[in-house]
């Protein structure tokens, strides 16, 4: 830069060296000065959309590989980024033609194989990524993201010890992968080894962009509890870390930690403050500690076998009052029927609801076939751009009413 301060090859250079050592925003800064010296640079454009999708800035990505791709169609490395943004995007289809765009280009781009079958995996179409992953391992076979991503199709396919093995594999090859350790603790979880399951699934704060952008996992000054059961005397902060459903889940574990002594201090979202003020540790305060609700399990006492056994916590009586009062009032009831119908209630991000294919994919069977008699939906969303598609995948119903129903009663 000493030499040639207004080289745009350089910048590029430069730009790409930052990225790798993932100083993204200096990266970025590189890679559109680039750009100001030389408009129609299209490697600084190709990692100008790396650089963007390292952010989770998927759209911004999208449209510096597209213009990329229009400077110069023959890309393979954009096509494969372009595809990744597309991914991000949860556009899966287009990112699995992007891919193929890249695997025409290049027949050997084992990342180009990899990559798809990640998308046909989220698409819960397992035996076209089954078939990309073994071409990935084919072509580079110590690829560790792809024996994760095979491993992980396997447990779509239901063949788990096929899965342990594929993650065994990979950890041998890298036993410091903390996404691959989070995804075989959640395959031994679904298996119900739940003390080696826990204690993998804490990967995910090793992991940054899992701990950043999945769990939302947030920074405090005081030291992270271990799991140790001295916590007589000692205030032990609970905060919130992935969605409502999860917070509620962790929630029944509580009053297990303040058998063990500790004062119990919770940090959740406002929606979920009125159930947790039920929650309940006895007094005192010496030293502060904190963890996950989600890292609960990784105490020896409050393993997932006790989970069947721990109560859920009530709704305040306002709450169920005024939620009867709307069901009624979409069935077009005046008072609440003697009997309960079948309701079916989902949430979570939009990625997530190709999640509810797998009954129907893995089993031949809809949804509608596992229930007695009709459901209505309840959407517990905040957008409801995917609802109606979701409900066509389960070949099943939604009630229009019920998604304009309010998920928070008033007061």
């Known amino acids: 830069m000493a030499l040639q301060p207004a080289s745009a090859s350089v910048l590029n250079n430069r730009g790409s060296?930052?990225?790798?050592?993932?100083?993204?925003?200096?990266?970025?800064?590189?890679?559109?000065?680039?750009?100001?010296?030389?408009?129609?640079?299209?490697?600084?454009?190709?990692?100008?959309?790396?650089?963007?999708?390292?952010?989770?800035?998927?759209?911004?990505?999208?449209?510096?590989?597209?213009?990329?791709?229009?400077?110069?169609?023959?890309?393979?490395?954009?096509?494969?980024?372009?595809?990744?943004?597309?991914?991000?995007?949860?556009?899966?289809?287009?990112?699995?033609?992007s891919f193929d765009a890249a695997i025409q280009l290049n027949p050997r781009y084992a990342a180009a194989f990899c990559n798809k079958g990640n998308a046909l995996r989220t698409l819960a179409r397992y035996d076209e990524a089954l078939a990309c992953?073994?071409?990935?391992?084919?072509?580079?076979?110590?690829?560790?993201?792809?024996?994760?991503?095979?491993?992980?199709?396997?447990?779509?396919?239901?063949?788990?010890?096929?899965?342990?093995a594929q993650f065994d594999r990979a950890l041998a090859l890298e036993a410091d992968q903390a996404l691959t350790r989070f995804d075989k603790g959640l395959l031994l979880l679904l298996l119900g080894d739940y003390a080696s399951g826990w204690a993998l699934y804490e990967a995910r704060k090793q992991h940054e962009k899992l701990a950043r952008y999945t769990c939302n996992l947030r920074q405090f000054?005081?030291?992270?509890?271990?799991?140790?059961?001295?916590?007589?005397?000692?205030?032990?902060?609970?905060?919130?870390?992935?969605?409502?459903?999860?917070?509620?889940?962790?929630?029944?574990?509580?009053?297990?930690?303040?058998?063990?002594?500790?004062?119990?201090?919770?940090?959740?979202?406002?929606?979920?403050?009125?159930?947790?003020?039920?929650?309940?540790?006895?007094?005192?305060w010496l030293r502060v500690l904190r963890t996950c609700l989600r890292?609960?399990?990784?105490?020896?006492?409050?393993?997932?076998?006790?989970?069947?056994?721990?109560?859920?916590?009530?709704?305040?009586?306002?709450?169920?009052?005024?939620?009867?009062?709307?069901?009624?009032?979409?069935?077009?009831?005046?008072?609440?029927?003697?009997?309960?119908?079948?309701?079916?209630?989902?949430?979570?991000?939009?990625?997530?609801?190709?999640a509810m294919t797998t009954t129907a994919a893995s089993t031949g069977r809809r949804l509608p076939d596992y229930l007695p008699c009709p459901p209505s939906f309840i959407r517990c969303r905040k957008t409801i751009a995917k609802t109606r598609q979701c409900a066509r995948r389960l070949a099943c119903r939604i009630m229009p009413s019920a998604c304009r129903i309010s998920p928070t009663p008033p007061g």
């Open 221 to 284: 000054d005081w030291p992270e509890w271990q799991g140790e059961r001295e916590l007589a005397g000692k205030t032990l902060v609970l905060h919130q870390e992935q969605g409502p459903g999860d917070t509620l889940q962790m929630l029944r574990y509580v009053p297990l930690l303040a058998e063990l002594g500790a004062k119990v201090v919770l940090l959740v979202s406002a929606p979920l403050q009125r159930m947790a003020a039920s929650v309940r540790g006895p007094a005192g």
């Open 133 to 164: 992953y073994e071409r990935a391992l084919k072509l580079q076979p110590a690829d560790v993201a792809a024996m994760r991503g095979k491993a992980n199709t396997l447990v779509g396919l239901q063949r788990y010890p096929e899965a342990l």
């Open 17 to 97: 060296a930052y990225l790798m050592l993932h100083q993204v925003d200096d990266a970025i800064s590189d890679f559109k000065q680039a750009l100001e010296l030389e408009p129609g640079y299209a490697d600084a454009y190709c990692n100008l959309g790396n650089a963007f999708t390292e952010l989770n800035r998927f759209e911004a990505a999208r449209l510096a590989l597209q213009q990329a791709l229009a400077l110069d169609p023959s890309m393979a490395d954009a096509h494969l980024a372009l595809g990744n943004a597309l991914d991000g995007l949860q556009r899966f289809d287009e990112a699995v033609a």
């Open 295 to 354: 890292s609960i399990c990784i105490a020896r006492s409050c393993r997932c076998r006790t989970a069947s056994r721990l109560r859920w916590q009530r709704c305040p009586p306002v709450c169920r009052i005024w939620w009867c009062r709307q069901m009624c009032t979409r069935r077009g009831l005046h008072v609440c029927p003697p009997r309960r119908a079948p309701e079916l209630a989902w949430s979570g991000p939009a990625r997530g609801s190709t």
